[in-house]
T-cell receptor
Framework: DAMVIQNPRYQVTQFGKPVTLSCSQT?????MYWYQQKSSQAPKLLFH???????NEADTPDNFQSRRPNTSFCFLDIRSPGLGDAAMYLC???????????FGDGTRLSIL | AQSVTQLGSHVSVSEGALVLLRCNYS??????LFWYVQYPNQGLQLLLK??????LVKGINGFEAEFKKSETSFHLTKPSAHMSDAAEYFC?????????????FGGGTRLMVKP
């Protein structure tokens, strides 16, 4: 049973063309995270929501934004993708505190 | 600030051999530690977690890890490697920030299993 679902699994977009990645969860966790992972590297946190409170990492480019319309869904918007934004994007959820994070299978983004 | 270091970006073992993936942590407070596995083109799957209840932690797929405070280590082991264990493994520590918990990852270790 999939608990953190990311769509699509693979996304191709053109340089500079806005793209949205989606994440949904059935765990009812109050925290949702977005990570960027490049080849042979650890995931890098972009931002997270604690309930409706948005928390941006200091080094996350302005080009990346997020929306969380309700507990179950969270979106990652890339306003003007550059070639350097090609990566795997991972969504994760958690209860916070000392609880582990649960990851989706990711969306691999390619930029033409 | 909490951090983890994984020694060895690549580890190669023969099928049936012992798997040992090393992780050392740095923390001024009792750490909460995790091991995750990532198969190609998939997300991270939780293997096991240390939350101070027991120093020897058993996880899924036959893996276990031992928390050693004196060595600041949390190495991952499996007695007998299987071909399906070939994957990337990440050690991570919780770093609290704001109201959510943050994970600080090690650099990852790619495990290769030879027939």
């Amino acid at each position: 049973d999939a608990m953190v679902i990311q769509n699509p699994r693979y996304q191709v977009t053109q340089f500079g063309k806005p793209v949205t990645l989606s994440c949904s969860q059935t765990l009812n966790h109050n925290v949702m995270y977005w990570y960027q992972q490049k080849s042979s590297q650890a995931p890098k946190l972009l931002f997270h929501y604690y309930d409706k409170d948005f928390n941006n990492e200091a080094d996350t480019p302005d080009n990346f934004q997020s929306r969380r319309p309700n507990t179950s869904f969270c979106f990652l918007d890339i306003r003007s993708p550059g070639l350097g934004d090609a990566a795997m994007y991972l969504c994760a959820t958690s209860w916070g505190g000392n609880q582990p994070q649960h990851f989706g299978d990711g969306t691999r983004l390619s930029i033409l | 600030a909490q951090s983890v270091t994984q020694l060895g970006s690549h580890v190669s073992v023969s099928e049936g051999a012992l798997v040992l993936l090393r992780c050392n942590y740095s923390s001024s407070v009792p750490p909460y530690l995790f091991w995750y596995v990532q198969y190609p083109n998939q997300g991270l799957q939780l293997l096991l977690k240390y939350t101070s209840a027991a120093t020897l932690v058993k996880g899924i797929n036959g893996f276990e890890a031992e928390f050693k405070k004196s060595e600041t280590s949390f190495h991952l082991t499996k007695p007998s490697a299987h071909m399906s264990d070939a994957a990337e493994y990440f050690c991570a520590v919780i770093t609290r920030k704001n109201a959510g918990n943050m994970l600080t990852f090690g650099g990852g270790t790619r495990l290769m299993v030879k027939p």
